[in-house]
């Protein structure tokens, strides 16, 4: 008999490809065997009624970050990523974020001081706001050597906007170290136009930054973006899609062949511009940008997700509480563009997407564990998670389909004083993770320590069936034998 440190056994065995009865055996932190039956372990778990699934990668979270305006978020990596767990996530990869004038050693230096905390694996997202020469000659080179393989640029926001020429910079940097550039469209022009419009008319209440930030912004800034990409011949991954003719334009640009990845986030699909217009100041807890849309917009970026369009749906979390530590640092009442943007929800995500999605009959629970896990793991190089096969990491997400709860702040275990989603109505929840074999959460309870998770390098972006456009200026046979590429 061959002896494993774990054996789950009994359970609904969910992939991308679909679903059967089996057993899963662990050792030293990976999966060593899959079969009908599988004897033995030290340690085995009865799955009996519940779903075996990769344990969920979040790759969209503000964790023990500073805004540019100088807001620290309320979680650090202790408390995310035990939110992150008892969420049904084995692994997050947040972003570090750097700032003007900051060198990024010093940046990946401060954020592993702060990762060090997690409980589950962790890696980073680098947030690029001051491409020098020596930060895209030097630093990116060095940072992609130690497996940070993506980074985030804006093209909105005064104090993080890099522009276009700087965004194809950072382009041409990825494309050289196979990296893939993650990018937050919103036409930065079009945003302080409109809220110089409504400043002049002191429409300034919470719920007019849903008007301030119109859809045309991101379908511009979205369509300049991919155009830039494909002047470099580089990847691109739009993050946090919140109308229909963004997605359309990725869905036409993806057809064509481009190297072209996008997300949506549940808030989008869940909330409403409505919920900036709740009493008083309470519509401030719903600023996020972009902005909530409205329901045809839902149901518009459902159909997209059915299709394909997005390789994953994630949180954005960025919880900064509704007091003077986040969401009111600038004071109690005051116009919406002081109001800190951004909301919690990395403890939620697969839980409404879950319940949203495959019970209410949305999408199909094969394409739940894509849009969790699997689609990420390819895209951002997560060579050893995302997958239930034999030699991949034993990160392992084992759910009730049945359990119907209405959720609360409490069950978040993050540092927030709310949650988005109060006292909905939800069917189907994860009970026990496991992280490199590792049992992190056990019928809903936190069975890790502080400091469990691990650090891990990402490989370069998978680009197969991307073969992207070859712009006529840089093809060798139409612009006199010169390889502008090298």
């Known amino acids: 008999m061959t002896n494993f440190d774990c054996v789950i056994h009994g359970g609904q065995i969910a992939t991308t490809e679909g679903v059967s009865t089996g ?138 906007n890099i522009g276009d020429g700087g965004m194809l910079d950072i382009l041409t940097v990825a494309r050289k170290h196979g990296a893939i550039t993650m990018v937050h469209a919103e036409n930065n022009d079009m945003v302080k136009w409109m809220n110089r419009q409504l400043a002049e008319r002191d429409l300034t209440a919470p719920k007019y930054h849903a008007i301030s930030r119109p859809e045309l912004a991101e379908q511009e800034a979205i369509n300049r973006a991919v155009q830039l990409a494909k002047l470099a011949d580089a990847a691109l991954f739009v993050v946090h ?42 519509g401030a807890r719903y600023i996020c940008s972009p902005p909530l849309r409205d329901a045809a917009t839902q149901e518009a970026l459902w159909h997209h997700i059915r299709m394909g369009t997005f390789v994953g749906v994630h949180s954005d979390h960025a919880p900064y509480r509704a007091d003077a530590t986040g969401k009111f640092l600038n004071g109690f009442d005051v116009p919406y563009p002081k109001i800190a943007n951004g909301m919690p929800g990395i403890g939620l995500r697969l839980p409404w997407l879950f319940s949203e999605g495959v019970v209410a009959g949305r999408i199909t629970l094969e394409q739940f564990v894509a849009l969790s896990s699997t689609n990420t793991a390819k895209v951002f190089g997560c060579t050893t998670k995302g997958r239930l096969a034999p030699g991949m990491d034993a990160d392992i997400a084992i759910w009730d389909p049945e359990a119907r709860y209405a959720v609360t702040l409490e069950d978040q275990h993050d540092n927030m004083d709310y949650t988005p989603l109060e006292g909905r109505e939800l ?23 502080e400091g469990q998770g691990r650090f891990f390098g990402r490989a370069p972006v998978d680009l197969r069936a991307r073969p992207g456009a070859m ?7 139409q612009n006199f034998g010169v390889d502008l590429r090298g």
């Open 23 to 160: 057993d899963i055996g662990i050792r030293d932190g990976k999966i060593a065997a899959m079969a009908e039956k599988i004897e033995g372990g030290a340690r085995r778990i009865d799955a009996t009624g519940r779903i075996v699934m990769p344990g969920g990668i979040e790759t969209h979270a503000h964790i023990a970050q500073e805004s540019s305006s100088g807001v620290m978020t309320a979680d650090d990596y202790l408390s995310g990523s035990i939110s992150a767990a008892i969420g049904g996530n084995s692994s997050f990869i947040p972003f570090a974020a750097q700032q003007r004038g900051e060198n990024v050693d010093d940046v990946l230096a401060t954020y592993d001081a702060r990762g060090a905390r997690s409980v589950i694996d962790y890696s980073y997202h680098l947030i690029i706001s001051d491409p020098r020469p020596e930060v895209l000659s030097d630093q990116l080179p060095r940072a992609f050597a130690r497996g940070i393989t993506s980074f985030k640029v804006f093209m909105t926001y005064d104090l993080m």
């Open 241 to 282: 899609v919140s109308t229909e003719g963004g997605a359309e334009i990725i869905r036409r640009e993806q057809f064509n062949g481009a190297k072209l990845f996008a997300e949506t986030c549940p808030q989008y699909l869940s909330l409403t511009r409505d919920d900036l217009n709740r009493p008083g100041m309470e």
């Open 427 to 449: 069917t189907g929840r994860p009970e026990t993770v496991l992280t490199r074999g590792a049992v992190v959460v056990d019928k809903g309870a936190l069975k890790a320590t």
């Open 471 to 477: 712009v006529k200026e840089f093809d060798p046979a």
